[in-house]
């Protein structure tokens, strides 16, 4: 039996839904995007086990910062960020270390 399963991911960013549905947007070139989107249109980054990282949108995470959206980094889930609308993506992803091989 096969219990395990590979994937490409150099690392996991779990992003708040409910924050993120909270704020409407706010990410991306035109603000008008969702942060897990827009991170992942940044960089390229497909859906899925294949691509390089994977950026999921996740439950509350019990937070539920007033105008910001909370987001674990899977390899520094001692430290969490709340990551306010017009962030900065590149830094995010340098942040959360996602952009090691995709990025152009
Ligand atoms: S709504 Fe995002 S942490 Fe609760």
Redesign the pocket.
């Given at each position: 039996m096969k219990d395990q399963v590979r994937s490409n991911w150099s690392n996991v960013a779990l992003v708040?839904?409910?924050?993120?549905k909270?704020l409407d947007g706010g990410f991306g070139p035109g603000g008008g995007e969702r942060l897990a989107k827009a991170l992942r249109k940044h960089l390229s980054l497909k859906t899925g086990r294949k691509a390089a990282a994977g950026v999921l949108e996740v439950k509350?995470?019990?937070?539920?910062?007033k105008g910001a959206?909370?987001v674990v980094d899977g390899a520094a889930s001692r430290e969490w960020l709340l990551v306010r609308p017009g962030a900065d993506l590149d830094e995010l992803a340098e942040t959360l270390g996602l952009n090691a091989s995709e990025h152009p």
């Open positions: 708040c839904r409910k924050c993120s909270k509350c995470l019990g937070i539920c910062p959206v909370t």
